[in-house]
C-alpha cells in the first residue's frame, strides 16, 4: 500500500466526521432556535441521558425502562419533526459510512479499517496512476457487443468471440496475480480495439486486490528517461521497482537518441531480472516491435515463456459505444 495515499484516505475519512458533526450540529441548533417545543423534547431526551449517567455515577443501576423511554423521546421529536414538514430523521446523526460511523474502523475487541477507507485509497490510487477515479473501466463493463459477431471466411471466431477470450485471458491474469502464467503480458494492435480500456480494467482489478500498479503513458516514460539521462531526477526508480508496471500505447512515444530504446531495454530487462510483472499496450505488431526497438527489446516482450504476446485483431470501434 502506498502510505501516503492510506493517510489521505484516512483524512478523508476524519474529515467526513467531522463535516457530519456539524451539520447535525447545526441543524440541532436551527431547529431549536426556531421550534421551542422541539427544543423541549430534546432536552428532556439529554436528561433521560444525563440523569441515567449520574445515577450510575451513585451506583444506581441504569433505570430498566430506560431505552424504552429513549425510544418514546425520540419518536416525539420524529413526530414533531414531521409536522413541521421536515423528515423524520433530520436530527439523527449523519453517516457517509453507516458501517463505522465514519471513525474509518470496524469491529468491537479488534478493530479493523473500514471498507470506506478502503475505497477512499483505492479511489485515490485511481487518480494517482490516471485511471478514471470511479473506478468505472472495468471487465464487467467491457464490452464485446461492439464487436461484429461474423466468423471471416477462414476463421475459426468472430472479432467478438476472440474478444471474449482477451477480456478471460487478462481478467485471469489480474485474478490470479502473483500466480498468474507467464508472468508478463503485451496486447498488440491498432487503435480502437479497446486495448487501454483492458489495461486499466486489468489495473482496476489489481488496485481491488491492494495490489501496488504503476500505470504510464510510454509518453511519460519517455520523458522520464530524458530527465533521468540528463541528470534532473531519479523517476526511472519508481518504474523499476514498481511491483506492477503497466505502460500504455508504446509505438507513438518519439525515439529520443541514447534514450528511449536504451532505457527500455533497461527498464525490461532488470524487471524481468526482478521477476517483477509489466504489462504494455501497443500499435506495434511483433515484427514492428523488432524493427522500432531492436532485436534485443522484441525478443523479450515476445518470449512466450515470460511474456504472453496478445494480437487483438479486427475493425475499429472508437465510433462504437465503448
Ligand atoms: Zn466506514
Known amino acids: 500500500m502506498r502510505e501516503d495515499l492510506l493517510r489521505e484516505a484516512e483524512a478523508q475519512t476524519q474529515e467526513a466526521q467531522r463535516r457530519n458533526e456539524e451539520t447535525l450540529r447545526q441543524r440541532r441548533e436551527e431547529v431549536s432556535a426556531r421550534y421551542p417545543d422541539i427544543r423541549e423534547l430534546l432536552e428532556r431526551r439529554q436528561d433521560l441521558i444525563y440523569g441515567s449517567i449520574s445515577g450510575m455515577l451513585r451506583g444506581k443501576a441504569p433505570a430498566a425502562d430506560l431505552p424504552r423511554a429513549m425510544e418514546e423521546a425520540s419518536g416525539e421529536i420524529r413526530e414533531a419533526l414531521q409536522r413541521r414538514g421536515l423528515p423524520g430523521d ?79 485471458l487478462c481478467e485471469e491474469w489480474a485474478n490470479k496475480y502473483p500466480r498468474q502464467v507467464p508472468r508478463d503480458m503485451v496486447l498488440s494492435g491498432k487503435s480502437g480495439l479497446g486495448k487501454t480500456f483492458l489495461l486499466h480494467a486489468m489495473a482496476n482489478r489489481l488496485i481491488e486486490r491492494e495490489i501496488p500498479v504503476l500505470l504510464i503513458s510510454a509518453y511519460s516514460f519517455v520523458d522520464t528517461a530524458r530527465r533521468s539521462w540528463y541528470g534532473q531526477e531519479d523517476g526511472l526508480r519508481e518504474l523499476l521497482e514498481s511491483e506492477v508496471l503497466m505502460i500504455d500505447d508504446l509505438g507513438i512515444e518519439p525515439l529520443v537518441p541514447n ?37 534485443r527489446i522484441a525478443s523479450r516482450l515476445t518470449d512466450g515463456r515470460i511474456c504472453g504476446f496478445i494480437p487483438l485483431r479486427g475493425r475499429d470501434i472508437r465510433n462504437g459505444r465503448m
Request: with cysteine; net charge neutral; aromatic share 8%.
Open 90 to 168: 433530520y436530527l439523527s446523526p449523519v453517516y457517509d459510512c453507516p458501517l463505522c460511523q465514519d471513525t474509518g474502523f470496524v469491529g468491537e475487541t479488534v478493530k479493523a479499517r473500514c471498507e470506506c477507507v478502503r475505497k477512499r485509497y483505492q479511489n485515490l490510487l485511481r487518480q494517482a496512476i490516471g485511471l478514471r477515479d470511479d473506478g468505472a473501466e472495468t471487465f464487467a463493463s467491457f464490452r464485446s457487443d461492439v464487436f461484429p459477431d461474423e466468423t471471416a471466411p477462414g476463421e475459426q471466431r468472430s472479432q467478438r468471440q476472440t474478444m471474449e477470450r482477451l477480456r478471460a
Open 259 to 295: 534514450v528511449t530504446i536504451e532505457q527500455l531495454f533497461n527498464l525490461i530487462n532488470q524487471r524481468q531480472r526482478a521477476g517483477l510483472a509489466t504489462v504494455i499496450s501497443t500499435n506495434l505488431n511483433a515484427e514492428e516491435l523488432k524493427s522500432r526497438y531492436t532485436e
